[in-house]
């Protein structure tokens, strides 16, 4: 109980009450008015007509490629409605339909059933009609009551480039979606949405504004009259530009025509990917119109996995690139003279252990220094300076240079992959079950429980090239260009690694010299990691100079065997394009 | 009734008239839910939703009951402090429809505002019954006002104009109730009445007489009553010109834009044309139970919310109507008694507040659906379907049980 008692007084009580009573009779009266005095006017104008707004809609904007060229455009198709309650015989009607559009009865009865909004509202039965089937559908205009047809646009993807993954694709969206998305965007059922890749994150911009136009109606909301005050017109979605060469990313696909693999390509300066091939894919068109449900659980359950966009979604062993990460926590925490040399005898046995790791190349690199471990990629001098190197350091730099992490492209589903540190280890093999010295061993060959994306070691590759200060990679051309967050080691450490990917491509015995190429001065590194599946998968990381820009490359060719056989010279190749005639289209 | 009253809350008959009014609303809520959804059974339709918030705000009815009064009196300030605090909450997440009045509790939005009113309340409830014998002093409104003013001028940032005023509406009823003297009152709400009837120069020389003869009858200092008058009337003089020459047509529709940011691309004279043939077409006693076909073939926009009036009056005609408004009636005079006869001072002002909100939701809503009022969105308690708000209205019903103990 509270201390102070309640002095309302009966007057206020009294006002308040007046208040409420005047308040609620007024409200009553004015229904009063309306619903009784004007009851006839109102009531005729409810049942003579009505007027209903209805959506008006722009195209979808188009997406092109940095030339211009039109990578995915509209395709004007036509679809079925009925509305329900305006069907005067079902069966009858059901089977004219049939006829002329060689649906079965079943089938659009299905559809009837499960797309249906309520009595009043208009059901998509059939997509894709031809222009030919409306006309039939028109001839007959009455006989089908209930029935209408209407424009309605899809995608049409250009043929150069209608397999490739980060274009996305729409679909249709259905009700149980609708309240996740933005209301201001107006979204019904039954639309088509970007559903994943550019389409999905480019949505808002790409989306037409919707417009409205009002109609009036009978009472069985059969169109009468359209209104011409107050409508708003439909705009069409903004176009947009793709860094992406088309020429390109034709040329690098026919690089991997058999293979399984990735190729991408970025202009360092800018974070403009120029090509991002990503192979075995499918055809984009299997999204419009109809795809049987057997081609699509082939496509799903293909082994190749085509549905994935492996250059943000494929997890593999970085192999020997990762070599460098090594080699920068050596030079910048000065754990050694880079002058300093050890012997490789092609093989290595930890101090303590039985186990012998061997190089890659059997009969030892003899004399080895930085620039020649690094050039020749040898095993031995990494087994042996990692050990100098503590594990969370090494980790560390890895993240550093965007592992683990997104690379924060223009598309949505990136994966992170996975640079194991310390808590790794002990939650997988145990507090006893693994040494520090012992995974090193694996980690600085790039092999091990490390998995990365190749986007990522685009990234990488991008930071070296352009010592730390690197722009975002992004496929939109007209985005603004962003920047990582700056990696700052010392300048001797960056000339120190870059002098080395020199060497991996231009000095004798370097292991990318099939990439070699003679008028362009091409750095890189190649990988050949080891993994589960079969044959290790090649890789080649590289970065050239090229009239004042510099560019970079990620090859990688899954299961395809050397880095230095199978990687490098698809590299080379793609070097080439750039100097031989094609280069304007690239360059501008 | 009486069973259920003698067994849980002893003797209080209000109580019991309360409960059988709140479930005749609700009811009637989801009667007219049912009939305007698609497929009433599945998950996503606004009925079953209803259904659901209603269950979650019972639940949250019981939990709050078990507070003491006196917690929540002592703890007013820190009360008010959280809710204010919350209402920052939206600005650091992504706006909903390009608004910060939202949280997303994923399974349901908040709307912090909506308790940031009730907090308010709470507050000013405190400070008048600290100040009871200082209440007829002219400045006691000061503070009450201040606090209003503060919850208000956060929930405009939102921006949510439609909340913003709302605060405002306990305030007069509350100073009322605590004995602030007629003429103190009167010179508040003047200036708002001046700047509305500055829109029609025959208005404004009507009103001018009227505030004239009010306040040459009231006492006080000649001087300072001509100089109020005055101030006045040269408010009124000067809004127009403000309005008009001072702000170009640009920065006008921005203001506008601003304060009414829901203001749909459909146009909203296009909601209160349809809203009005519906309620009009319904007749006397209306087309039927899912029979309207303004409603059912949606001429009408935001139905289960907004206009959810307009389709009880197409579907029950000026009928329906009557009943609804007497529940409406008798809701609010049933939480004047209760207010009346509460024995602390506390709760009967708390409960006078409340009372307020939901009286001005029931207004304006009503007032919007048949054309009096510009389109706003604030729902009907205990009718209109939106979890936020019903969430609300059983937080306020349980404030009422609470406080109507003692």
């Keep these: 109980m509270l201390k102070i008692e309640n002095k309302a007084d009966i007057f206020h009580y009294r006002t308040l009450l007046f208040v409420l009573v005047f308040s609620i009779l007024t409200l009553l009266s004015r229904y009063f008015y ?288 990762f070599k460098i990460i090594t080699a920068f926590n050596l030079i910048e925490d000065g754990l050694l003279d880079p002058e300093d040399s050890l012997m490789c005898t092609g093989s290595y046995i930890p101090p303590g252990s039985s186990n012998t790791f061997n190089c890659w190349k059997g009969d030892g690199h003899g004399l080895v220094d930085l620039n020649k471990a690094i050039a020749q990629s040898c095993n031995v001098y990494f087994y042996e300076t990692v050990q100098l190197i503590k594990l969370a350091d090494w980790t560390k730099t890895a993240k550093i240079f965007g592992f683990q992490n997104k690379t924060d492209i223009d598309l949505p589903n990136e994966l992170i992959g996975q640079i194991p540190d310390k808590e790794f280890f002990i939650n997988t093999y145990g507090r006893w079950g693994w040494s520090e010295r012992g995974v090193l061993l694996n980690l600085t060959l790039g092999q091990g429980d490390i998995l990365v994306t190749p986007l990522q070691s685009l990234r990488y590759i991008n930071h070296i090239a352009s010592k730390g200060k690197t722009a975002k990679l992004k496929l939109n051309a007209n985005k603004k260009v962003e920047y990582y967050d700056d990696i700052i080691l010392s300048e001797q450490t960056w000339d120190r690694v870059i002098k080395g990917l020199y060497d991996v491509v231009n000095s004798e015995g370097g292991s990318g010299w099939r990439a070699k190429q003679p008028e362009v001065k091409l750095y890189g590194k190649t990988s050949t990691a080891e993994n589960p599946h079969g044959e290790p998968h090649a890789w080649f990381n590289g970065f050239f100079d090229f009239e004042g820009q510099t560019y970079s490359l990620v090859v990688l060719v899954e299961n395809g065997g050397g880095g230095g056989a199978v990687a490098s010279p698809i590299a080379g190749e793609i070097v080439k394009f750039f100097t031989s005639e094609q280069v304007e289209m690239v360059n501008k | 009734m009486s069973f259920f009253n003698n067994y849980i809350y002893g003797s209080n008959e209000y109580l019991g008239r309360l ?9 009637f809520g989801l009667i007219t839910l049912y009939s305007i959804s698609t497929d009433p059974l599945s998950i996503s339709s606004s009925f079953m939703r209803q259904l659901i918030f209603i269950i979650f705000s019972l639940f949250v009815f019981f939990v709050l009951n078990q507070i003491n009064v006196k917690t929540i009196h002592d703890n007013s300030t820190l009360i008010y402090i959280f809710s204010f605090l919350l209402c920052f909450v939206p600005f650091f997440l992504s706006p909903v429809e390009n608004t910060y009045r939202w949280i997303d509790l994923g399974f349901f939005y908040i709307q912090p505002g909506e308790y940031l009113k009730c907090a308010t309340i709470i507050l000013i409830a405190k400070y008048l019954s600290n100040h009871q014998l200082e ?10 006002i201040l606090i209003a003013l503060l919850s208000s001028f956060l929930v405009l940032n939102q921006p949510d104009l439609g909340t913003a005023v709302i605060i405002f509406a306990p305030v007069l009823p509350m100073m009322l109730w605590a004995g602030v003297n007629g003429f103190t009152l009167f010179l508040l709400i003047a200036p708002v009445i001046t700047i509305i009837a500055a829109s029609n120069n025959m208005i404004f020389n009507i009103w001018g007489v009227i505030m004239f003869i009010i306040f040459m009858t009231f006492q006080g200092g000649l001087l300072k009553r001509v100089l109020i008058y005055f101030a006045n009337i040269f408010t009124g003089l000067l809004f127009p010109f403000f309005w008009n020459d001072f702000l170009n047509g640009y920065q006008r529709q921005r203001f506008i834009d601003f304060l009414n940011p829901d203001l749909d691309p ?26 309207g076909s303004q409603t059912q073939l949606k001429f009408l926009p935001v139905q289960e919310s907004d206009f959810i009036l307009s389709v009880i009056a197409e579907e029950f005609g000026f009928f329906g109507i009557a009943v609804i408004m007497f529940l409406f009636f008798m809701l609010i005079k049933t939480l004047l008694d209760i207010a009346f006869k509460s024995s602390d001072y506390f709760s009967s002002l708390v409960i006078v507040g409340l009372t307020s909100i939901l009286f001005s939701h029931i207004f304006v809503n009503s007032a919007m659906t048949i054309g009096l009022m510009p389109v706003k969105g604030l729902p009907t308690p205990f009718v209109s379907a939106g979890g936020s708000f019903m969430l609300l209205c059983f937080i306020i019903l349980s404030l009422v049980t609470n406080f109507s103990k003692n």
């Design chain 1, 34 to 321: 309306l619903q009784v005095i004007e009851y006839e006017r109102y009531s005729s104008k409810s049942q003579v007509n009505s007027v209903r707004a209805q959506a008006t809609y722009a195209p979808r904007g188009l997406i092109l490629d940095r030339n211009g060229v039109v990578l995915v455009e509209n395709y004007p198709t036509y679809i079925l409605t009925v509305t329900p309650y305006e069907l005067d015989n079902k069966e009858k009607q059901f089977q004219i339909i049939s006829d002329i559009t060689d649906i079965s009865i079943d089938e659009l009865s299905r559809r009837y059933k499960k797309y249906n909004q309520g009595r009043f509202l208009p059901t998509v039965i059939a997509k894709n009609l031809s222009f030919a089937e409306i006309s039939q559908i028109e001839e007959r205009r009455l006989e089908l009551s209930g029935f209408q047809y209407k424009r309605f646009d899809e995608r049409l993807y250009n043929d150069v480039l209608k397999d490739a993954h980060f274009l996305g694709y729409l679909r249709e969206l259905d009700r149980e979606s609708i309240p996740f998305l933005d209301k201001s965007q107006l979204y019904r059922a039954g639309e088509l949405i970007g559903w994943q890749g550019l389409e999905k994150q480019y949505e808002t911009e790409l989306r037409y504004s919707k417009g409205i136009e009002y109609i009036e109606v009978d009472t069985y909301g059969r169109e009468i009259n359209t209104i011409n005050d107050n409508n708003i017109p439909a705009y069409p979605g903004k176009n947009l530009t793709l860094s992406i060469d088309s020429k390109l990313q034709q040329f690098s696909k026919n690089l991997l025509i058999d293979q399984k693999g990735v190729i991408l390509v970025s202009n360092v300066d800018t974070g403009d990917i120029l090509s991002m091939v990503s192979n075995p894919s499918y055809n984009l068109d299997i999204y419009r119109g109809e795809t049987t449900d057997s081609d699509w659980s082939n496509l799903l359950s293909d082994e190749d996995k085509p549905i994935i966009n492996r250059n943000i979604a494929g997890l593999y062993p970085p192999g020997s690139s």
């Design chain 2, 19 to 27: 409960y059988l009014i709140v479930s005749s609303l609700i009811t």
């Design chain 2, 135 to 144: 209440v007829k002093e002219g400045y006691i409104v000061f503070i009450p």
């Design chain 2, 266 to 291: 459909m146009g909203s004279s296009y909601h209160i044309i349809q809203s009005i043939t519906a309620i009009g077409s319904g007749g006397m006693f209306g087309k039927g139970w899912g029979q």
